[in-house]
């Protein structure tokens, strides 16, 4: 109960600076929009409310408050407009539709979870790598986290061109983007889950003559679970982002990124934070199934979580 009252809590102080927040936001676009229908509004030309702080307009306008959450295109949106868009485009929109956030998300999440699947199938492989070969160690740790480095945003153009060139298109560029964020954090988690036993476990290993597949299996690989799935709680998240990131440069017309696109071009805030909003929700739900799993492989594993 307590942990239910302090997260709406938190939740009511973030809506009530996020109203307070539209006010100064949105007053200009408002007081544009006075003008045109005759209001009297101070100061009286754009010009000199352009070179005038927001608080200011709000002082000597106060008349127009109210309207600061009701613009059909404004700076900030409210809460109940991203809220009543969200219910809009989920509840009363077929899933079939064009202008449904749940025909855009599932066309997001097919990227998203390709993309996971290979970048976590990679991580993993490169963590066992790493742990039980100090060559690999050396060397392909380091460029691993150097690949880190590099903007995504930038990178993205790059891998979704050079794919197209050689004629793969659809939805892999976009799960390709979505591994390179996701492998990274399954391979350190990994390297530091297989290396958790300590000496003594392993010397007792040694006394059993256990082989390097059996120290794995038995060992490494039971000890490094709860590590693991810390580390796809993360990559799952990052893959989303990656499959959204790769909508973007390729003009597509379908998913929760074209829904970004399309927002930014025809200046549809509403609808831009509605799209982030399901974004958000859609991470949520699978970083809150990846729990679940967690829960029932590890208690299966007699682990404690």
């Known amino acids: 109960m307590k942990t239910v009252l302090a997260v ?3 939740l009511a102080a973030i809506a009530v600076i996020w109203y307070a927040a ?4 949105n007053i200009k676009g408002v007081l544009d929009a006075a003008e045109r229908s005759g209001a009297e509004v101070v100061p009286a030309t754009a010009r000199e409310r352009r070179d005038m702080g927001s608080f200011g307009l709000v002082a000597t306008n106060s008349f127009a408050i109210g309207d600061v959450w009701s613009q059909d295109r404004p700076r900030l ?11 809009e485009t989920t509840v009363e929109k077929k899933i079939t539709s064009k202008r449904s956030l749940i025909y855009h998300g599932q066309v997001t999440l097919s990227a998203t979870l390709l993309g996971f699947v290979i970048g976590t199938g990679l991580g993993i492989l ?5 742990v039980h070969s100090r060559v690999m160690d050396m060397s392909v740790m380091p460029w691993a986290i150097v690949s880190q480095t590099i903007p995504i945003i930038a990178l993205a153009p790059m891998i979704i061109v050079v794919l197209y060139s050689i004629g793969v298109q659809g939805i892999l560029p976009k799960a390709v983007i979505s591994a390179y964020l996701s492998f990274f954090p399954v391979v350190v988690g990994m390297v530091k889950g297989l290396r958790s036993p300590d000496q003594m476990q392993l010397d ?3 006394t059993y003559n256990a082989s390097l597949g059996q120290g794995f299996w038995k060992l490494r690989l039971p000890a490094s679970m709860p590590y693991l799935f810390a580390s796809l709680k993360i990559g799952i998240a990052a893959s989303l982002v990656g499959a959204i990131v790769g909508e973007l440069p390729t003009g597509a017309v379908a998913g929760l990124g074209a829904r970004l696109l399309a927002g930014s071009y025809y200046g549809q805030t509403v609808q831009i934070w509605s799209a982030l909003f399901a974004a958000a929700i859609l991470a949520a739900a699978l970083v809150a199934l990846l729990g679940v799993i967690e829960r029932l492989v590890l208690k ?3 682990v404690q979580a």
């Not at 539209?22 to 936001?25: I, N």
């Not at 949106?77 to 219910?87: F, S």
Request: glycine share 6%; aromatic share 4%.
């Open 300 to 302: 299966r594993m007699g």
């Open 126 to 130: 490169l963590a066992v790598g790493i």
């Open 22 to 25: 539209c006010v100064p936001m």
């Open 8 to 10: 709406l809590s938190v």
């Open 204 to 206: 007792l290993l040694k």
């Open 77 to 87: 949106p409210a809460p109940h407009q991203v809220a009543v868009e969200l219910w």
